[in-house]
Each structure stands twice: as C-alpha cells, then as structure tokens.
C-alpha cells in the first residue's frame, strides 16, 4: 500500500536528519533561525487564540451552570481543565500545522524546484540534516510556547468571568486551584514534545520529496497540513491511552 511506501521513507529521512552534520557554527546559525521563524514567530497569533479560547470556556461553562447548587467555581475548574490538557497541546498544535507546518513543506519545497537541495548535494552537504535538523532543535522549545499560551488562555478565562461579573476573582481562583494534580501539566508538555517533533519532520517531509514545479508546491502543502493533523490526532489518543 501506498501509505507504507510513504511511512519507510519517513524512516529514512529521521535516520539521515541525523547522519553526517553540518558544522556546528552553521547549524548554531541555523537553529537560532529556525527558533525565531516558528517558535517566537508563532506567539502572538498563538497567544490571541489562547486569550479569546479561554474567555469563551468561561462564557460557555457559566450559562450552563443553571442548577444553583452547583458552585460558581467550576469555571475556574472547567477553563484550567480545557486549556491545560487539551486546548494548549492539541488544539494549538493543529493551528501550528496550518501556520508552522505550511511554511516548512512550501520552503523546502521551492529550495527542492529551484534546485538548491541539488546544489547542497554537490556541495558535499547533508541536506536533510541542514534543513530538517534545526526545525527538529528548535521544536524542542515548542513547550515553551505551550506554557505561555496555558497562562494566556487561562487570563482569558479569567478576565472573561471576573470582569463579565460571571463569577468572584476568589471564586475563580478555588476553581483553578481545586483538585489540581501536577501531572497533568507534565502530561500536556509530554504531549507537546511529541507533536513538536511531528510538526518539524511531517512538513519537512512532503517539501524534501515533492516533484514538480510551484503549483505542486502549493499542493505538497496542503498534503503535508492534512496528514500532520491526522498524526496529531492520532498521537494524542495514543499518548492519552498511554499517560492518563
């Protein structure tokens, strides 16, 4: 089949990202790039997503608290739950293959039309580890931008239902601290870890081994968005099964 065709090239090319390196001077330059282009590139749309996402899980969470004995600091409770185990790894990992990935696989790609991966060849230069390997380093700072959108988007939340008069700031606060278990927060950045890697090998993937010309390029991208997403999905029911 056609999808363990794919799958063995895949292989390949995570065993040859990490063959023969490029000089540490070139890759520290290449690293420090790849970290500003898809790591602090990505926070401010990231962040407004998380501010916003929040406010709604406070917004939705208390028009359903209809029963009165149900205490008002279970929106506190619901946006922690909701940003913390699902929202700030998964969701956010899903839009980052849309922004991150798309710019990884259409780069690559036009690199591969105009011949530069060609030219790297001769030029004795593993190319997948000079274009692969910094997006692999610099994904591993991904948890840090999942921590700052976890404090984004539970702001939101909590400026949504204090300032919307949904609930006490007191109130809110009992919520976030109530029944909190530190593992969980370890699982979401065990998660995010993992969905960093996807994020920088998946799109690296379709632009390395795309043929044609720019308008296959524009395809390889929206192929590379689709089945990054899937191995998203797929990874976060796997690793839940496994972590929780």
Known sequence: MKIF???GKYMIMLFEV???PTKAIVLKELILKEIDDLIIGSIGITAFIAFFMGAVVALQT???LANPLIPKSLIGFAVRQSIILEFAPT?????MAGKVGSYITSSIGTMNVTEQIDALKVMGINPLNYLVFPKVIAMLFYPLLIAIIMFVGILGGFIAAVFGDLVSAQDFIIGLQDTFVPYQVLYAFIKTMVFGIILATIPSYHGYY???GALEVGEASTTSFVWTCV???VANYLLTLLLL
């Open 62 to 64: 208390s028009l359903n």
């Open 210 to 212: 795309m043929k044609g």
């Open 18 to 20: 990490f063959r023969r």
């Open 91 to 95: 969701v956010i990992s899903i839009i």
């Open 5 to 7: 065709t794919h799958l």
């Open 231 to 233: 191995a998203i999905i």
